[in-house]
């Protein structure tokens, strides 16, 4: 095994394919941690607890007397397949089997919910492409506990929301103090006048109290929040039931100034926000900025931030406001319905928190209407949201408990592995319950590997063909870790083909500490082609994982 050695060929064309796909495991069926059913044989007389207790090796917790039947605790170490064997072995057990949990299916009636693969993913198109089943936030779940709750104040800090949408009215923030209060006054003494459903900053000098959205974006990563769920209309949002606080400082054409923001921030600071969601950014580092931020962590609300849009890397090249280095920000990178870290999504191993859903997201619009948008724009909301459901289901958590969770409970996922500093993508059911996950299984770096030396010239030579073969005998697939690449991003390209010449991936720009996606079978052919205007690193490929 190992390289087969340089050849030479002609220049490749492909489409472009970053990453490696990986799709959530199947869930086993579950049961409370421990615990076990057993059902003792009838031809065995009364019997003492203690004694039972010593002959099954187990703590009886709970007795069914009229049914002969007795619910044991045994080590949570003990796999529950090694805990039945060995209670169904027993003399005197009939049969025992895992203490399941079973709960409502709570699917809402929503007629769109099919198209929000964010929330749902079996492997659906997302209107340009089918995807992989499993690659979703795992909410479904998570509404068997809790779907959202009123106590929980969302600001979106945006181009405001169609707060009139079919789909979002029943969500949206009512100031009482203003809508029980005298028009033209400012009931609540906060400098805004008749700020009953928000504000508006586009005018810092002149704000009012009518945040409607003139754009779209905003009502979009409102629908993802918190469209109305279970009411046989559109969509749903993660949350069923939430508050939405429309923001406003971004106007029709999408943009908006700095003091327009500060303002918004310490407004909806002021109005008691828990969480705020920022699918905004641009413009350089501002001290004035990371104070708002700031004033809205002391006051204790979550910050979350999109990533941002030019494919860089935030920890060499921040993007603000998601770069901050505030306890309280939340960073936020967008996937794709096949689990592919999106072409046009920032990144950064430090600086940049989760992943989350991004391409091709369907949501409210509007006039009562809806549209799929992409952007880390998009990503932002399905992380607030499961943010606002993790509040709901759980009050006490502070804004930086939340972070911490929403990080800790990510689900691996191999394209963001070296991307995110949670390794993974947000999961709304693991953040409810608690639960770390375990390693994605097709991630190729928890497969074996063999070291290999393959490198490039360093820089490539201008209008070349590079060529490299390596081979892994027995293995059923592979792929290539790449230690170094940087190529002219668009121009200059590395394609990878199997054994039968099938193109596997077409790699362009920069992916660093990156595996190629996963190559059928025990052979790969790796081309680097390039055109005669900039020649940058090159590749080094180190190690070929395979299983």
């Known amino acids: 095994m190992g390289i087969l050695g340089r050849i030479t060929g002609g220049a490749i064309v492909g489409s472009l394919f970053f990453g490696s796909i990986s799709a959530r495991a199947v869930n086993e069926p579950e049961f409370v941690p421990g615990e076990y059913v057993v059902s003792l044989k009838r031809e065995i007389g009364q019997f003492n607890k203690q004694d039972l207790e010593v002959s099954l090796g187990s703590k009886i917790k709970e007795t069914i007397f009229e049914d002969r039947i007795v619910v044991v605790q045994r080590s949570m170490i003990e796999t529950a397949e090694s805990a039945v064997k060995t209670l169904s072995e027993n003399p005197l057990v009939r049969l025992a089997e895992p203490n399941y949990i079973y709960r409502i299916n709570k699917t809402p009636n929503d007629p769109s919910f099919g198209k929000l693969w964010g929330l749902k993913n079996i492997g659906q198109s997302d209107v340009r492409a089918g995807g992989v089943a499993g690659v979703d936030i795992n909410v479904e779940k998570a509404w068997d506990i809790t779907t959202g709750s009123k106590d929980v104040l969302v600001a979106i800090i945006d181009t405001g929301i169609d707060y009139d949408h079919p789909d979002l009215k029943e969500n949206i923030w009512t100031n009482q103090a203003e809508a029980n209060g005298k028009p033209g006054v400012d009931d609540d003494n906060n400098g805004i006048i008749d700020d009953i459903h928000g504000a508006n900053f586009v005018n810092p000098k002149a704000p009012t109290g009518n945040p409607k959205d003139d754009h779209m974006h905003g009502t979009h990563c409102a629908g993802t929040i918190g469209a109305r769920g279970d009411d046989g209309l559109g969509i749903v949002g993660v949350n069923w039931n939430v508050r939405l606080m429309p923001v406003k400082f971004l106007g029709a054409d999408g943009s908006g100034s700095l003091d327009g923001a500060l303002k918004s921030i310490d407004y909806a600071t002021k109005m008691g926000a828990r969480i705020m969601s920022n699918s905004w950014g641009g413009g350089g580092e501002s001290q004035t900025l990371k104070e708002a931020i700031q004033r809205a962590n002391a006051a204790g609300a979550l910050f979350v931030a999109a990533a941002g849009n030019d494919y860089s890397n935030n920890d060499t090249q921040p993007s603000y406001p998601a770069s901050y ?223």
């Open 325 to 547: 280095n505030v306890p309280n920000v939340l960073a936020v990178a967008a996937i794709d319905n096949k689990g592919q870290l999106a072409a046009f999504s920032n990144y950064g191993k430090k600086s940049v928190h989760v992943a989350a859903p991004g391409v091709n997201v369907w949501s409210s619009v509007l006039n009562g209407k809806y549209a799929s948008l992409s952007g880390t724009s998009m990503a932002t909301p399905h992380v607030s949201g499961v943010a606002a459901l993790l509040a709901s289901a759980d009050p006490s958590l502070t804004n930086l408990q939340l972070k911490e969770r929403l990080i800790k409970t990510a689900r691996p996922l191999a394209s963001v592995r070296e991307k995110v500093s949670s390794k993974g993508m947000v999961d709304a059911y693991a953040a409810i319950t608690n639960q770390v996950l375990p390693p994605d299984p097709n991630d190729p770096d928890n497969w074996q590997f063999i070291n290999v030396n393959i490198s490039s010239l360093h820089p490539y030579e201008s209008k070349s063909t590079e060529a490299f073969e390596v081979e892994v005998k027995g293995a059923k697939e592979i792929a290539l870790f790449f230690a170094h690449f940087e190529t002219e991003k668009n121009y200059d390209r590395v394609t990878v083909f199997d054994r039968a010449g099938n193109q596997i991936a077409q790699l362009s720009g920069v992916n660093d500490d990156t595996y190629s996606p996963t190559i059928p079978g025990d052979y790969a052919k790796i081309v680097l082609t390039s055109d005669d205007s900039v020649q940058k690193y090159g590749f080094d490929i180190f190690k070929v994982s395979y299983r």
